[in-house]
């Protein structure tokens, strides 16, 4: 008998466990603020690229992009800040319309930003896809946002 209380026990606990609420581990209050407001920034800062490139702005360009920075294309090739920056005055964007905008903090110093995007060009360009996913990798240095890679995947 003892030994049927002992297992009825085990059972009522293991029951009361698995039924009790999980609980998450203690957040700060601000933190979901802290998201939020992360996120307005770095969408600001995508939005604010293809602006800067339809009116030429390389200084936007050269504050906003880390020296270090490398894009790969929808081609799959790779091409670093340099190379961005010398196409920068033969580039004829029209329209760059994100939407689905998605930001993960990796910590206070970095995050990614994925997006959805509607591309269309001055002039008709058969190499850029008119519709894209975005993936873009921005890091704090100092007190600026700057974005250190990005990547564009065709999308159907």
Sequence with gaps: MHRSQIALSIALIAVAAFAAPARRPSSRPDDSAQVSQL????TSLEKALPE??????R????RTLTDDFISIGTDGKVHPKSEIMG???STQLAEYRIYNVQVVPLNDNAAVVTYDVIVRMVHY????????HV??????QGDQWKLKFQQATAAT
């Design 39 to 42: 996120a307005g920034q770095l």
């Design 52 to 57: 800067a490139q339809k009116k030429h702005d």
């Design 59 to 62: 200084d936007f360009y050269n």
């Design 87 to 89: 196409d920068f005055p």
């Design 125 to 132: 360009d058969d190499e850029t896809p008119r519709y894209q």
């Design 135 to 140: 993936s873009s990798v921005w890091v704090k």
